[in-house]
């Protein structure tokens, strides 16, 4: 089966459209760990917003590495951008993992792991990502 590239843009732009509403209404009933889990989708579905309009991304929850092999393909006032969207998905990566488990050798649960804080700076980074693919996005006619 052959994917559109420009449905797949829009579906993951929808995704992350999506579990931003998610993080949102979480963070409003102090469901610190589900804010973080939907901001984490947040940015892994706007990075492969952008990765989809030069290939199918990969079911990776840490697209940084795509960004990173298609950095020099976008041009050169694009490239900020997607720089500052690596480090996001870079940096909440691997918060898909712990939202769900916590750090289980070390028995703490996702409850104790976090707080108001982590969650608000969790959908501040996811807010962040999903205006630079917005951006790039435009840029390249979606």
Do not use: C
Not at 89 to 98: F, K, M, S
Request: overall charge negative; aromatic content about 6%; hydrophobic content about 40%.
């Amino acid at each position: 089966m052959e994917i559109d590239p420009k449905d797949e843009v829009n579906y993951r732009r929808n995704l992350a459209k999506e579990h931003l509403n998610a993080a949102i209404k979480r963070f409003r009933i102090e469901d610190w760990p589900g804010a973080v889990q939907a901001s984490q989708l947040v940015t892994e579905n706007a990075a492969k917003a952008v990765i989809a309009h030069f290939h199918l991304p990969s079911g990776s929850h840490d697209p940084s590495g795509e960004l990173k092999e298609i950095i020099t393909n976008v041009p050169i006032n694009l490239q900020d951008g997607i720089s500052k969207l690596i480090e996001i998905t870079g940096t909440l990566a691997p918060e898909h993992g712990r939202t769900s488990y916590g750090i289980a050798l070390e028995r703490i649960t996702p409850e104790q792991l976090y707080d108001r804080y982590k969650a608000e700076k969790a959908i501040n980074m996811a807010h962040e990502a999903l205006k630079i693919s917005e951006v790039i996005l435009k840029y390249l006619g979606y």
